[in-house]
């Protein structure tokens, strides 16, 4: 017979939560996440920056990043793309992006997983100027910018 023992429920609760954020990302869906940052990110020993909507809006008017949707399958581009290249080839491409290494280069996909890992392989092969759009074109939209279809 099973027997309740005291701290036993709050071990079960956290096995479920991991079991239930794991199966989460294996179905391909990404977590809500809390407020944006625009402080760098480190993943796996490299850097890169998650930048909000109305930063990536202040850079098109201010600079020229060069600007990857790396979201597969197609789904749509934010005014200005120059570039879409699947996330997970995004290493075999290099010769879709600037040749300079500290060319300012901004990733997004739909909800930002897919562009968080091209961000990380970017950072790790030593682009130096790597952002990632954090909640992806599905926040731009939000934001009531246009997506190109």
């Known amino acids: 017979m099973f027997r309740y023992r005291r701290g036993l429920l709050p071990v079960i609760v956290l096995a479920f939560g991991a079991i239930t954020a794991a199966c989460a990302r294996d179905q391909g869906e990404e977590p ?12 796996g020993g490299t850097a890169f920056e ?9 850079m098109l008017v201010d600079a020229d990043p060069f600007l990857v949707n790396v979201h597969i399958p197609f789904e749509g581009d934010i005014p200005g793309t120059d570039q879409s290249i699947r996330f997970d080839e995004i290493a075999e491409h290099l010769d879709l992006l600037p040749e300079a290494r500290d060319a300012q280069i901004v990733l997004y996909c739909r909800s930002g997983r897919m562009s968080t890992e091209a961000a990380t392989t970017l950072a790790s092969l030593g682009y130096t100027d790597v952002s990632n759009l954090n909640g992806g074109f ?3 939209d939000a934001a009531g910018y246009a997506i190109e279809k």
Not at 52 to 58: A, G, H
């Open 32 to 43: 809500a996440s809390s407020q944006p940052s625009s402080a760098p990110v480190e993943e």
């Open 50 to 58: 998650d930048i909000t909507v109305e930063q990536l809006r202040q």
């Open 138 to 140: 599905r926040a731009w």
